[in-house]
């Protein structure tokens, strides 16, 4: 790689509560053809015997960390502590996925050949995306073209690399996403403030301000989604999920409100108003509620943005395995502030 940077590649996975699946990515990973150094499970609460399985399953390898938050904290919070953990082991790039995204074989392969081929000074990458598709092999996850151009009198260079397989985005999805650590650097992870939903698109966002991201359409996964269609409160029949849309909705005004023109923000009040009274008109109160107090919410809603593997995050959450030791606590972090021995490892320590 250009600019003195290694190869030294960490995955964060996130999970929760899918032990099965989880197996599944994490099989597709160590099959990788080119496998990355270090493999950082984020499990978020898990309740169903998730660390046993893999441990069973022999996935807990000597390259592996399981870190585990004692409750669910929100995919948002799980995410800034995966990338956070992989940032402050030395980690030179970070590739990120939910546990339900089952990587081809060369996924990440592609997308470190992308970057050392088209991009040698990770400093002005923001960050590489995979193609994102479904098990029936429908389109999922579309990330947003960077259709704006950058003054008022040239054109967007969205399709500038479109003859080598690559498009020039503004966001995504956190569905086989890889990051240089200067973008970690300089742009904090997911605000944990988010909870759910939202979060990728706002740090992908942030991200891309004064940096350039890419889809790589030669590098492949499978979205294994429990549920294929969209989101939408008027058809979800499951309660639990239906009151969690609430911080769908309150995100989506504060994205809009930090991230695009106004006229966008007014929008997004008057579809929760029509969603709202078409969910009554309906019969669905539940919908009607969590539509309404979601969109209001979140024209006040301040997510606070901590610092990359800020210490005093970092040891909210226990390294049940790491190095192949088995189960492990770190330290806790003394007054210095420094973070324990498990987040400070040296890009070195990466090397097979």
């Known amino acids: 790689m250009g600019n003195g940077m290694s190869n030294q590649v960490a995955a964060v996975v996130v ?3 899918r032990k099965a699946i989880l197996c599944q990515c994490l ?14 499970i984020m499990d978020n609460g898990s309740a169903d015997g998730t660390y046993e399985e893999l441990a069973a399953q022999g996935l807990l390898t000597a390259d592996t960390v399981f870190v585990r938050f004692p409750q669910n904290r929100g995919p948002a919070r799980a995410f800034w502590q995966g990338m956070s953990q992989a940032y402050a082991d030395g980690a030179d790039w970070i590739w990120v996925m939910d546990d339900d995204i089952i990587p081809d074989p060369t996924a990440l392969e592609v997308l470190l050949s992308t970057a050392g081929t088209e991009f040698p000074d990770p400093e002005k990458l ?26 008022h009198d ?7 690399k479109l003859d080598l397989g690559l498009v020039q985005i503004r966001r995504a999805s956190l569905t086989s996403t890889l990051f240089p650590r200067s973008t970690l650097r300089d742009v ?9 939903w ?39 029949t499951d309660p639990s999920r239906l009151r969690r849309m609430f ?21 997004s009040l008057i579809d929760g108003v029509r969603l709202t009274v078409k969910a009554v008109l309906s019969g669905k109160f539940a919908a009607a509620r969590v539509v309404f107090t979601g969109t209001l919410a979140g024209f006040w809603f301040r997510p606070s943005i901590p610092a990359t593997a800020e210490p005093s995050l970092m040891r ?6 790491a190095e192949g030791q088995g189960l492990y606590r770190p330290q806790e972090v003394g007054e210095t502030g420094a973070a324990p021995p498990a987040f400070t490892r040296a890009a070195g320590a990466y090397a097979r």
């Open 15 to 17: 999970t929760y509560n």
């Open 27 to 40: 099989a597709a990973i160590h099959g990788q053809t080119r496998r990355p150094d270090r493999i950082i």
């Open 126 to 151: 923001a960050f590489l995306s995979s193609r994102v598709r479904g098990p029936e092999g429908q389109p999922m996850n579309t990330p947003e073209v960077a259709w704006r151009a950058a003054l």
């Open 154 to 160: 040239e054109y967007a260079t969205w399709e500038e």
């Open 188 to 196: 904090p992870p997911s605000a944990p403030d988010f909870w759910m």
């Open 198 to 236: 939202g979060e990728d698109s706002d740090f992908t966002m942030r991200a891309t301000k004064n940096r350039r991201a890419y889809l790589v359409s030669g590098s492949k996964v499978v979205h294994l989604r429990a549920i294929s269609r969209p989101l939408h409160p008027l058809t979800e």
């Open 247 to 267: 911080f769908m909705y309150r995100n989506l005004v504060y994205l809009r409100r930090h991230h695009y023109p106004p006229a966008e923000v007014l929008m």
């Open 316 to 321: 909210e959450a226990e390294v049940l395995h």
